[in-house]
């Protein structure tokens, strides 16, 4: 059975260790389902697709509500791009700007 990954960007790291321990906890369970049955076979209220080659990971807490943006890279590899707490009901332009430059830069 051909497996996927997922891996952070370098800079998604910082940003997944800054939310609380609940949220934390929560992206490792969305992380194994997408691990253990790939992207295509997990959707709400796990994941949802935003644009281009974009999709977050629904993350919620006693604290609130987290997302990370993730594309699929290399084969069957799911990178996270950018980890945030999310505080309007859609996803703010600057994180997908992020989440897109940092995918541009790994492609280059």
């Known amino acids: 059975m051909n497996t996927w990954t997922v891996t952070l960007h370098p800079l998604a790291e910082p ?11 929560r992206f490792l369970h969305i992380a194994e389902l ?8 997990v959707g709400l209220p796990h994941i949802r697709p935003l644009e281009d080659k974009l999709w977050e990971m629904r993350m919620q807490g006693r604290d609130g509500i987290a997302r990370a943006v993730y594309a699929a890279v290399q084969g069957r590899r799911l990178l996270v791009l950018h980890v945030f707490v999310k505080k ?7 994180a997908l700007t992020t ?10």
């Open 99 to 108: 989440a897109r430059k940092r995918l541009e830069d790994i492609a280059s």
């Open 34 to 41: 997408l691990e253990d049955f790939g992207p295509q076979r």
């Open 88 to 94: 309007t009901q859609a996803a703010p332009r600057r």
């Open 15 to 25: 940003e997944l260790q800054a939310l609380p321990a609940d949220m934390r906890a």
